[in-house]
């Protein structure tokens, strides 16, 4: 994530100075930063991206863990199987968690700084973001390839769905579990290439409130609430209902969905700033209940810990990824991991009872850079994880790799993390101008082919007659 651009005036909760207006528009992404009129704001965003940041974390864990089981390794009975049930609800949790938060500072952003700085903002980010995804496109066409080899798993239209996703971003065409349809070979990106697409709706949602608004009044409070509620609820039950189908796999990973969980947390920041009471009640008594809600989110966890699943490739189930062990009903409430976004919401609120301590001197900067390596974690995370797998064997062999598979999976996202650090602070932003550029130039491409087409048509009778 980047901070924010300087600009001329002073909006909601960022101040900006002035000095760094005209010429500094133009500023590289080293000259930007985020200041704030008083601390509490400053202490609820730290706290925010904090949490976003332990949420990616947890995410690195249980894909390490996923593709450490047998179920990616070609071996039966691997050590980690045990915890694999577990780590699988904890994904399906700790993603919707992760976008319902995200949606909200994304929100709290775009309303803070106005417009022109979001615009250059988001820029900003979705170059990075891309500029990951392409990268890590390269890695895992490389070093997934060699490994589908091996395992003798080597299909040429998992290579075209990879490029296709890889290059656009769009994971909407893997809706098959069969292992013999087209499946990506970079299968945990799909949280990046979905958050990049909801960071770009955020002006169109706002945009769509405010006319709700205008054009409701007081009942927009309510038809905003039920749209929020309204996708994921239907979509959650009817994948429920349906267990037997593809309907849970096919929209669990792509976009259409997990915007939903995004907007979520859009419509809640925006009823809360405007002070819904429904709204408004539900965060205190859900900052009140937090810590029996994160009690009682660990005993669901732990309670699956032991439990194996024997997995059947054929079966069509509730499961997240086409090689993942088949889950129940109860596993894939969506819901349960809304809730916990919004409880871990409620304690930063403003209008939350509970008060946060005072950042230190830096704690934003060093939330946003440790959140700018924890999305490159992410988008690097399957092919670095099986770049170590193969690296391990090539050293050791198949066997005693797969045998130690729990220390492995315990290390890789340590070495994970510290190569993202590098990058990260190394070549991300040259990778992130470069990406910024074919944009800039697409969007040029863009205009004068609208200009060039539609140009005439729109242009005022009278200005040709002049």
Sequence with gaps: METERSGSETTGLVSIPEEETGA????????????????????????????????????????????????????????????LLATDIITIDITSCFFVLGGFVSMYVYSSAGLESWKYLCARVVAQIFGNMWLS??????????????????????????????????????????????????VSLWPVQSFVWCLMSVHGTYKTNEFIRNRFGELANFIIGVMALCGITLFTLFAMMNSDTNVFYANATSVMYRMLEFNLGI?????????????????????????????????????????????????TCLRLYPRNTCLKDHHVFLLRGCVLGLTMLSTVSASSPLQLAAPAAGAVQSAVD??????????????????????????????????????????????????????????QNMATDYVDEIGAGIARQTRGFYQGICGSVLEPQGAGMA
């Design 24 to 83: 500094g528009a133009e500023a590289s992404a080293d000259a930007l930063r985020i200041k704030f009129e008083d601390s509490s704001d400053e202490s609820r965003f730290v706290h925010m991206v904090r949490m976003c940041h332990w949420c990616v974390v947890i995410y690195l864990v249980t894909t390490a863990v996923t593709v450490s089981s047998s179920n990616y390794m070609s071996f039966e009975g691997s050590n980690i199987d045990v915890i």
């Design 267 to 315: 419509h809640y920041y925006y009823l809360a700033e405007k002070e819904s009471p429904i709204v408004v009640s539900c965060t205190r008594m859900l900052a009140q209940c937090s810590p029996a809600v994160y009690l009682l989110f660990a005993a669901t966890w732990w309670s699956e810990i032991g439990v194996v699943v024997k997995r059947e490739p054929g079966q």
């Design 370 to 427: 440790s959140m700018k390596v924890g999305s490159t974690a992410v988008a690097l995370s399957w092919p670095v994880y099986i770049f170590i797998q193969l690296v391990f064997k090539v050293s050791f062999s198949d066997e005693l790799v797969f045998e130690n598979s729990a220390l492995v999976s315990f290390m890789m996202p340590a070495f994970l993390y510290g190569g993202s650090m590098i990058y990260t602070q190394g070549l």
């Design 137 to 186: 496109l390269l890695l895992v066409l490389f070093f997934g390839s060699i490994d589908k080899f091996m395992k003798e798993r080597f299909h040429a239209h998992d290579i075209a769905l990879t490029l296709l996703e890889g290059v656009t971003g769009l994971r909407v065409l893997d809706t098959r579990q069969s292992v013999a349809s087209p499946h990506s070979l970079n």
